[in-house]
């Protein structure tokens, strides 16, 4: 039997998701690979941890390639943005609460890159005035990351469903920080 890594980590991160302080012993299980077989690959939690920091900074940058948010009116592209982090929205809470990857210098790399585009499209929206000047844009991408998360809880724990949870999150965020309009 094949060991297939990133299957590995997709069943890690979805139970990590539900339950943060799960056990080698269960990420093994849920993994359907043995204990043994998941330390050859991942030595410990940190190991593990560390690969779904990638794993997460890699499905974000995708995430943000589908939302296309380069293109066109700022609104509609944190919108499409949101759209598209919601289904990794819990994931992604997962590695929002695990600050021991903010010690690994490739991660942090990645997030920078995400950080970078996220701010270039809050800067553009200000720059076009759409967004208010006084949030700054790292405040509004810091912002966007801890309501993406807290959607995600809400979702694991039956107070948001699921199909509302973009919709919530967009309508707080940009009822926040769009401009008044004369």
Not at 59 to 87: H, K, N, S, T
Not at 142 to 163: P, T
Request: glycine content about 10%; aromatic content about 8%.
């Amino acid at each position: 039997m094949s060991f297939d890594r990133e299957q590995v980590l997709r069943e890690a991160a979805a139970l990590l998701t539900r339950k943060a302080t799960a056990s080698m012993d269960e990420i093994a299980k849920a993994a359907g690979v043995s204990r043994a077989t998941l330390h050859r690959y991942f030595p410990g939690r940190d190991a593990l941890v560390r690969a779904l920091g990638a794993l997460g900074v890699e499905q974000l940058e995708e995430r943000l390639d589908a939302a296309r948010i380069e293109e066109g009116d700022p609104v509609e592209a944190v919108r499409r943005l949101i759209g598209e982090a919601m289904p990794v929205s819990g994931f992604l809470a997962f590695l929002y609460g695990e600050n021991q990857l903010y010690e690994v210098a490739e991660i942090d790399e990645g997030w920078g890159r995400i950080d970078e585009r996220v701010s270039a499209l809050f800067r553009r929206g200000q720059e076009q005035g759409f967004f208010r000047y006084d949030l700054s844009p790292a405040w509004l991408c810091e912002a966007l990351y801890a309501l993406i998360a807290a959607s995600g809880w809400c979702v694991q724990d039956g107070k948001v469903a699921s199909r509302d949870s973009a919709r919530m999150v967009g309508e707080l965020l940009l009822g926040g920080m769009l401009r008044e309009r004369s």
